[in-house]
T-cell receptor, first 113, second 108 residues
Framework: GAVVSQHPSWVICKSGTSVKIECRSLDFQATTMFWYRQFPKQSLMLMATSNEGSKATYEQGVEKDKFLINHASLTLSTLTVTSAHPEDSSFYIC?????????FGSGTRLTVV | GQNIDQPTEMTATEGAIVQINCTYQTSGFNGLFWYQQHAGEAPTFLSYNVLDGLEEKGRFSSFLSRSKGYSYLLLKELQMKDSASYLCAVRDGNKLVFGAGTILRVKS
């Protein structure tokens, strides 16, 4: 079946630094990848949609200069949280679309101290 | 606007049947998904409905009524491992819009 690998699974960083999260589709080509953020006991909130080779489309209220998304190939998308602050601490999940379904990565727990 | 409603929490007994409802009002509709999510993990796919009616898959069934903007997930023969959050998600265009999720607690 379709597999999406997301790394790292958890990261702790200092306030003001940047963190990069990778999302790879291992056995299929993902023309579209989605990035979500999930706070404790809340649902997944879509942050942005990225298509291979083009700029990401950000949801309303998401700062595109703070959450940099790159989708350079059909199997890799990255999310960089720049100048992270404690309020950015959250669970970040990517999802890749291939065919009609969506396959989710295992998530990244980001803690900013 | 996008509005997807689910009950916040439900409790059921091991071996029983539970129905989790989802109502939606979205600008577009290309299908409805149900996912299971354990705490700290990624969602796992349970079911997909795009036409009205019931889809059955083992212990899990999902129903859709597009005219009513309504779906439910039915879990039979509940097991302790079914304790999790259940997410209803509507596909609008090519993106998924999630409800807040229903936390299901299965007790022995």
């Amino acid at each position: 079946g379709a597999v999406v690998s997301q790394h790292p699974s958890w990261v702790i960083c200092k306030s003001g630094t940047s963190v990069k999260i990778e999302c790879r589709s291992l056995d299929f080509q993902a023309t579209t990848m989605f990035w979500y953020r999930q706070f404790p006991k809340q649902s997944l909130m879509l942050m942005a949609t990225s298509n291979e080779g083009s700029k990401a489309t950000y949801e309303q209220g998401v700062e595109k200069d703070k959450f940099l998304i790159n989708h350079a190939s059909l199997t890799l998308s990255t999310l960089t949280v720049t100048s992270a602050h404690p309020e950015d601490s959250s669970f970040y999940i990517c999802s890749a679309s291939g065919g009609y379904g969506y396959t989710f990565g295992s998530g990244t727990r980001l803690t900013v101290v | 606007g996008q509005n997807i409603d689910q009950p916040t929490e439900m409790t059921a007994t091991e071996g029983a049947i539970v129905q989790i409802n989802c109502t939606y009002q979205t600008s577009g509709f290309n299908g409805l998904f149900w996912y299971q999510q354990h705490a700290g993990e990624a969602p796992t796919f349970l079911s997909y409905n795009v036409l009205d009616g019931l889809e059955e898959k083992g212990r899990f069934s999902s129903f859709l009524s597009r005219s009513k903007g309504y779906s439910y997930l039915l879990l039979k023969e509940l097991q302790m491992k079914d304790s999790a959050s259940y997410l209803c998600a509507v596909r609008d265009g090519n993106k998924l819009v999630f409800g807040a999720g229903t936390i299901l607690r299965v007790k022995s």
